[in-house]
Each structure stands twice: as structure tokens, then as C-alpha cells.
């Protein structure tokens, strides 16, 4: 009952389905550089609701038919916005980060790669106190199926439907979306989690706040080779977990000691392989198929097994 309550409380906090939908007030950091206009117009695109964006100097202009704003708490003060989404160089990203923690913003998106581990260290500290959920940095963003695309991800992919979606991986969130869609279930809210050593929202995270959304019936858990956090998520399910999951790693034939793709995707030890997180996996209840193409019809099982 003290998980299910924290729930509850977690997702009354931000006053959001699962973090984000068409009523987010989201701004973009780093709004007037080339990623930055690229992917707010995108943004735009799909009918998500951008209120302006942060360029330091450049505040008073209007970019994209929206206004620049020179800080993050300016932005807040002026604009109402509760979402940001961070397209800035490394170098400076956790300093970004923590503004937009310090300025109230509810949900904050750092797409960014390549952060240092001392400054994300310092990040996770600063946050811990704050009434604000991260998500990444090096990470593909959140989507709401038909309401809100805060991140880089192809929006035409994610149908409105009711599976929701965990993803280390940007290209396997796509790819589980479109194996979603195709099974004719379509997608809540997509989380990229993000690849790096450490990150503001983990699995079991995003689980938590899936798990807790009314809408979501099933859940698609996207690991990799690396770090315990599908363990960690794998248990939680099989202590609390109310609805179908379908898992997939990737990295099957990774060799030891190697960094795959994302820095936080290494080998180290024995509990760290795709098999060994494939066998927790399934030992907690989970559903893992050993292909992405297989994630739609595994979910489409999964579902009518619970319907039984």
C-alpha cells in the first residue's frame, strides 16, 4: 500500500498523466542554436504546446514565432512554463540542468550527450531536494502519443493507444513503437531513459509512474548490456507490478569489458550480460522476447493472458 500511495502522490505532483501532455508549458533550452530550432520546430509540428525558449543575451527576440527569453527563471516568470527540454553543449548542460531545477520546472528533458560524470554527479545531488523529475541527459525525450513531443523521436511513429514504453535505447523505443502500432495497440507515453552512466530517471522510475497511469494496460521495458537497473525495475514488478510487461536487451553478443553505443552500456561482470539480465527478467514475470520484432505480439499475448 506505501508504493501504490507514493504513486499516487509522485503523479499529483506534476498534475500530468505520465509527465507530459497537451497542456505542458515546455520551453527550450539552448532554443536559437541549430539542434535547438531544428527540433522545436518538430516539436511545434507535432502540437506540442512550446511557449518560447532560453538563449543567454539574445532575450526580448522571438525565434519560431516564440519569445527568447535570457534565463530559465525569466521563462517561468513570463511564460508559466513547467517543461524544459535542454539541446546545449556538454560543457555546459549541468549547469542548465540545475537552472531549470532551481526555477521550478517540473519535468526537465537533456537530450545532450557527452555530459562529464563529475558534473552529472553534482546534478543528481543538486535535484535530489527538488520538486523536478529528469529525464537523461543522452536520451531520445518523452512522448505522449498525440499530445506532447518533448524530445527528438519521430513523432509520426507513436499512435495513440494503450501500451506504455521504457527505453535505454533511442532507436528501440522507435522501433518498439512501430511494433506497438502495428499490433494495433499504440503507445500512452514513451520514456527514453537515456544511455549514460548515470541519469535522472531510471527504469524502475519510469515503470513506477507507468504502472500507476490508468491509461497504460502494458508496459515494453527496452534494457541493455550494463549496470542493474532492468534488475532493480524486474523486481520492483514482481513485488508490485499490476499489468503485463514485455522485455527486450539488447546486446546479446557484446564482449566483455566493451563499451557498446552509450557510455553507461559495458560489460563488467556476469550479472551485467544480456542473458543474465534476460533470466532475472523472467524469473520476476516478465515476458522477453529475444527479437524487437517480436514485442508487439508478445504485448498482444501478454495482454490476452490477463484478459483470460
Not at 523505443?173 to 495497440?185: F, M, P, R, V, W
Amino acid at each position: 500500500m506505501k508504493e501504490k500511495g507514493y504513486f499516487c502522490a509522485y503523479q499529483r505532483k506534476f498534475n500530468m498523466a505520465v509527465l507530459v501532455n497537451k497542456d505542458s508549458k515546455v520551453i527550450v533550452q539552448g532554443f536559437t542554436g541549430g539542434e535547438g530550432t531544428f527540433h522545436a520546430g518538430q516539436m511545434i509540428e507535432y502540437g506540442t504546446n512550446v511557449v518560447g525558449g532560453v538563449t543567454p543575451g539574445k532575450g526580448g527576440q522571438t525565434h519560431l514565432d516564440r519569445p527568447v527569453f535570457n534565463s530559465v527563471a525569466e521563462a517561468v516568470e513570463k511564460s508559466g512554463a513547467n517543461v524544459s527540454i535542454i539541446f546545449v553543449p556538454p560543457a555546459f548542460a549541468a549547469d542548465a540542468i540545475m537552472e531549470a531545477a532551481e526555477a521550478g520546472i517540473g519535468v526537465i528533458v537533456a537530450i545532450t550527450e557527452g555530459i562529464p560524470v563529475a558534473d552529472m554527479t553534482k546534478v543528481k545531488k543538486y535535484i535530489s531536494d527538488k520538486k523536478t523529475t529528469l529525464i537523461g541527459p543522452n536520451c531520445p525525450g518523452i512522448i505522449t502519443a498525440g499530445e506532447a513531443k518533448i524530445g527528438i523521436m519521430p513523432g509520426f511513429i507513436f499512435k495513440e493507444g494503450k501500451i506504455g514504453i521504457v527505453s535505454k535505447s533511442g532507436t528501440l523505443t522507435y522501433e518498439a513503437a512501430d511494433q506497438i502500432s502495428k499490433a494495433g495497440l499504440g503507445v500512452t507515453t514513451a520514456i527514453g531513459i537515456g544511455g549514460d552512466p548515470i541519469i535522472g530517471t531510471t527504469t524502475k522510475d519510469a515503470v513506477k509512474l507507468l504502472m500507476a497511469d490508468p491509461e497504460t494496460e502494458g508496459i515494453v521495458v527496452i534494457g541493455e548490456i550494463g549496470g542493474n537497473l532492468e534488475a532493480e525495475a524486474a523486481k520492483w514488478i514482481k513485488a508490485y507490478g499490476t499489468k503485463p510487461v514485455v522485455g527486450f536487451i539488447a546486446g546479446v553478443t557484446a564482449p566483455k569489458g566493451r563499451t557498446m553505443g552509450h557510455a553507461g552500456a559495458i560489460v563488467g561482470g556476469e550479472d551485467d550480460t544480456a542473458e543474465a539480465k534476460k533470466k532475472i527478467m523472467r524469473s520476476c514475470g516478465i515476458t522477453v522476447v529475444d527479437s524487437p520484432a517480436d514485442i508487439g505480439s508478445a504485448m498482444v499475448e501478454a495482454l490476452a493472458s490477463v484478459a483470460v
